[in-house]
Antibody, heavy 120, light 112 residues
Framework: EVQLVESGGGLVQPGRSLRLSCTAS????????MSWFRQAPGKGLEWVGF??????????EYAASVKGRFTISRDDSKSIAYLQMNSLKTEDTAVYYC???????????WGQGTLVTVSS | QTVVTQEPSLTVSPGGTVTLTCASS?????????PNWFQQKPGQAPRALIY???NKHSWTPARFSGSLLGGKAALTLSGVQPEDEAEYYC????????????FGGGTKLTVL
């Protein structure tokens, strides 16, 4: 059974940093792209970014709203994906979800999400 | 800025058929946008239903189908069940210099 468990969320002040982790199990982690999505309270879904598998170069892509501030990385030996969030803004407040999938089925499996609140 | 538009809300009777659509501000949606559809119920994470326009995941009920219709991506539910009441989101791929995946605003489907 595929499982994705996000952790690392919490309350953080504007301008500070936070790192989220996504621990995966139940599939060959290194074979799949890992993505991050978010959902602000009461709002719709937003794609944040993804990292390709090593077979596709392990490169990353980001939404314009987070490019230059957020960084996605992966540790295939530990089956963990990370989302490093710097220079956080109040509008980054959301539930953050990690997903696994291919480059076409970007979000086949979803974690339960972790809440990030950016507030002073 | 690219905008993906869905119906804000739709209502369907149990056993009925309903079609949700997903339009792009850039023009007609084609298979090259790799339309994905997701279902989200209150307090839950989204669940993938359809990928690449019309392909179902192993857990997707047979009553859900995806297609292209009149320049839009479409999700059709045939024989709607009460448990289908949920928010539905489409997701489109935009390639190019700035790769981007964009969600529609979601359709709240009420089964009444």
């Amino acid at each position: 059974e595929v499982q994705l468990v996000e952790s690392g969320g919490g309350l953080v002040q504007p301008g500070r940093s936070l790192r989220l982790s996504c621990t995966a199990s139940g599939f060959t982690f290194g074979d799949y792209a890992m993505s991050w999505f978010r959902q602000a309270p009461g709002k719709g879904l937003e794609w944040v970014g993804f990292i390709r598998s090593k077979a596709y170069g392990g490169t990353t892509e980001y939404a314009a709203s987070v490019k230059g501030r957020f960084t996605i990385s992966r540790d295939d030996s530990k089956s963990i994906a990370y989302l490093q969030m710097n220079s956080l803004k109040t509008e980054d407040t959301a539930v953050y979800y990690c997903t696994s999938g291919t480059l076409i089925t970007l979000a086949t499996f979803w974690g339960q999400g972790t809440l990030v609140t950016v507030s002073s | 800025q690219t905008v993906v538009t869905q119906e804000p809300s739709l209502t369907v009777s149990p056993g009925g058929t309903v079609t949700l659509t997903c339009a792009s501000s850039t023009g007609a949606v084609t298979s090259g946008y790799y339309p994905n559809w997701f279902q989200q119920k209150p307090g839950q994470a989204p669940r993938a239903l359809i990928y690449s326009t019309s392909n179902k995941h192993s857990w997707t009920p047979a009553r859900f189908s995806g297609s292209l219709l009149g320049g839009k991506a479409a999700l059709t539910l045939s024989g709607v069940q009460p448990e289908d009441e949920a928010e539905y989101y489409c997701l489109l791929y935009y390639g190019g210099a700035q790769l981007n995946w964009v969600f529609g605003g979601g359709t709240k489907l009420t089964v009444l």
